[in-house]
C-alpha cells in the first residue's frame, strides 16, 4: 500500500492551493472505509494534523485551518483532496497524508507549500 501525493508548490499570500493523495495496493471497498487525515510540519515545528475524512465523509479541522480548507473525497478513484484557500505564511510547510490500515502507519511521501507575503 502506498500513498502517493500531488500538488502544492509555491504561492502569494491570499492564494489557493490543492493536494491530492491516492492510494495504491488496496482496494476500493477498503479504501472507503478508512479516516485519511492530512497533517502539516511547518519549520522547526512539530507534525500536527489539521484535517481528517472519515468514512462517512465527517471532516474535522483544526482550528487553524477551519473556514480556509476542505478536505473531501473520491473513493472511485482513491483519492483524498484537500483545497487551501486564503493560503497565509504560517500555512507554509511540508504536507503529508497519513492512514492508518492493519496495525500500520502509512504516510504520503510529503508536499513541500510554501506561501509568501
Known amino acids: 500500500v502506498q500513498l502517493v501525493q500531488s500538488g502544492g508548490g509555491s504561492v502569494q499570500e491570499g492564494g489557493s492551493l490543492r493536494l491530492s493523495c491516492k492510494a495504491s495496493?488496496?482496494?476500493?471497498?477498503?479504501?472507503?472505509?478508512?479516516?485519511i487525515n492530512w497533517y502539516r510540519q511547518a519549520p522547526g515545528n512539530q507534525r500536527e494534523s489539521i484535517a481528517n475524512?472519515?468514512?462517512?465523509?465527517?471532516?474535522n479541522y483544526a482550528d487553524a485551518v477551519k473556514g480556509r480548507f476542505t478536505i473531501s473525497r473520491d473513493n472511485g478513484k482513491k483519492m483524498v483532496y484537500l483545497q487551501m484557500n486564503s493560503l497565509t505564511p504560517d500555512d507554509t510547510g511540508i504536507y503529508y497524508c497519513?492512514?492508518?490500515?492493519?496495525?500500520?502507519?502509512?504516510w504520503g511521501q510529503g508536499t513541500q507549500v510554501t506561501v509568501s507575503s
Open positions: 495496493g488496496m482496494i476500493t471497498s477498503e479504501f472507503s472505509s478508512k479516516t
Open positions: 475524512i472519515t468514512s462517512e465523509r465527517m471532516t
Open positions: 497519513y492512514m492508518f490500515r492493519q496495525g500500520n502507519d502509512y
